[in-house]
């Protein structure tokens, strides 16, 4: 018999409604949820492909063990846990904690049962080795919130809806949706600006989809977006359009900024920004001009050589505006989860606490950037990385210098990967543990409401009940985490119940911690039997979710420091300021030199959905962007296959000539590269693509958080000879365990 269920999509941060028409197991249709609070009917082609994931048959169902053929074949569920917690301990034991490495990937994000565990993964496995997705596209922005308001996830959201002036810096929110700014139909959001006599002003290396659709767009050279602010910041300085008064009611430290902007003229920055003076000087008069106005920026910002010092001066540019905390400029979300208490008792949340071996990088937000992977593996040495967990990530290809790693991982001693697909990273997995899909489990968003544009909350039902013999991943971490010797915390205080409990039957679920997480927070009940508050039974009967109201003016609220001010004398960030002043002057050289940058596909989530056939149908889209005058230089043709060179690597690429690019600049998408994988994704393998990862430079970081610089790669091109070529190796197995 049919049925109807109504779900918040899981793939991206805009929290998307859907409406599910099922027929027993199957997926009839994936529509819009036009009731929904927050997206309001709108959805995107990934969120109708949703079902394409339940019903793919490459997709794991049941564990698997590599064998020494590198082959995989299935093992039963208590098989497999009862390997993977004896070679972990055994590993614990003889090497110690951090001989185990973590890499979590993006859809942890989306996940709040596994949100819930992570540091109880890292407690059980007694690791500081943990990486992230976020690790190499979000850290700036997490160290610079952490060390300006106190927490990391409290970020600055653009009010898109009442602004008259936006700037959009380094982000495709046409494509994403935003990038911690959650905004369902963004493209309306933007054409209703410029309808109420706005105006938008996108500031990318290309003229991105966003960019097509502003008033203007600024074609900045890649890593000059740092200076780019800053040198609007100093403009308004210089020409006295602030007011230090009002900054002093909500910061402390602006003379330590001040004194160090004022290197920052316009025509200073003008080589490392490619924007004339006379630009920088207009934009930000219009800015300050404006009835209201707001900037943002996101990866392609965070992802540069100077990416916190730009992700703070993005915040600094609408504080000296007086746009923080003001209806149409930066205000903060007040979500229904507060999740800073339980942040701030697990330790989960800092910057520079500790430092990985080899290099010495520092951890952000409890994370080691991932670029140390291969380098822990391969050094020998106390601590040396010797087993390595991953979850739901795929860090060859989505971290720098993939083949590095690639080749890294068969140094292993033992891998355990939770993921739905033998994709380019888990078929060096000794065991994989395939989660049941995520329609069967249910869903509530523990981070994307403290970046939306309003405040909401929803509670998603399962689409299907879970196979029998199934495991949620929620489930699976949970396992590991009781059989290496933890439980759900990470705190040794308050596990030992958790763990008497489960002998006689009581068992913890994460519905318990969203329960506790929202009746606490601002609009909670308080546990109170008369309250009005919410409590998850009465967020389960609005299918649709509750509308919370606006974004609420002013920032102390949601500052954490004990004097409710922004921090803006942070040595660490100042000291970066002054790096960044002292390189204005350079700037790219040589006559074949390009800067190589990434991009998002509308259809491309990452590296996980490339084989669902919907969304890799029509033409190809893993190319690389060229300007025509470059590709006359290097002699390569619209559609020709040519070489793409650095210190790094050399590989073929499918060029697309195209004027939307700047001169100087190409760009290849994230998330390709599947010829390693193709023999069990097989939509994936037939449109396998190049990782744009394989030219990145693992060993160059950006200065404060270590991430490794993502855009702006130098590269060169050049076209293809006869007998070039680059076919891709797979490694060699290890012994089965």
Known sequence: MSRTVFRTCTLCEAMCGLKFEVDGERVLAVLP????????????????????????PDRLRTPMRRMASGDFEPIGWEEAFSLVARRLKEIRAQHGGDATAVYMGNPVAHNYGALALRNAVFAALGTRNCTSAGSQDTSPRFAVSYYLYGASLIVPVPDIDHTQYFLCVGANPRISNGSLLAAPDIRKRMLAIRQRGGRVVVVDPRRSETAREADEHLAILPGGDAAFLLSLVQVLVAEGRIDRAKIATLARGWDEI??????????????????????IRRV???FADAPSSAAYSRVGVCNNAHGTVASLATDLLNLAAGRMGEVGGSMFATPPFDTRPILKLTGADGHARWHSRVRKLPETFGDLPASILAEEMETPGPGQVRALVTFAGNPVLSTPNGR???????LLEFMVSIDLYINETTRHAD??????????????DFINTAVATRNTVRWSPPVFEKPAG???????????????????TGLKSLDWLYRLGRRVGIHWKPESTADMLLRLGPYGDRFLPWSRGLNLKKLKRAPHGIDLGPLRPGVAHRILHRDRLMHLDVPVLLKAIDELADSLESAPSGDDALLLIGRRELRSNNSWMHNVPELVSGRARCVLLVHPADAQ???????????????IHTGEVTVRISDEMRPGVVSLPHGWGHVASARWQRTAGAHAGVSINDWTDDQRVESVVGQSILNGLPVRLKAKMPDSGDAHSASPARAQI
């Open 33 to 56: 949820d036009e009731e929904d609070v927050f997206s309001q009917g709108f959805i995107c082609p990934k969120g109708t492909a949703i079902a394409a994931v339940h019903d793919d």
């Open 258 to 279: 001040e004194r160090r902007i004022a290197p920052f003229a316009p025509e200073r920055v003008e080589a490392m920004t490619g924007i004339d003076a006379g630009t």
């Open 284 to 286: 930000a008069r219009e």
């Open 404 to 410: 590095r790693l690639d080749a890294a991982l068969e």
């Open 431 to 444: 065991v994989i543990l395939p989660p049941a899909w995520g329609l069967a489990e249910d869903h509530v």
């Open 470 to 488: 199934s495991w949620a991943d929620w489930q699976i971490l949970l396992e590991l985490i009781y059989r290496l010797g933890g439980g759900p």
């Open 633 to 647: 230089r290097a002699g390569v043709g619209d559609g020709e296959t040519a070489v793409l060179e650095n210190h």
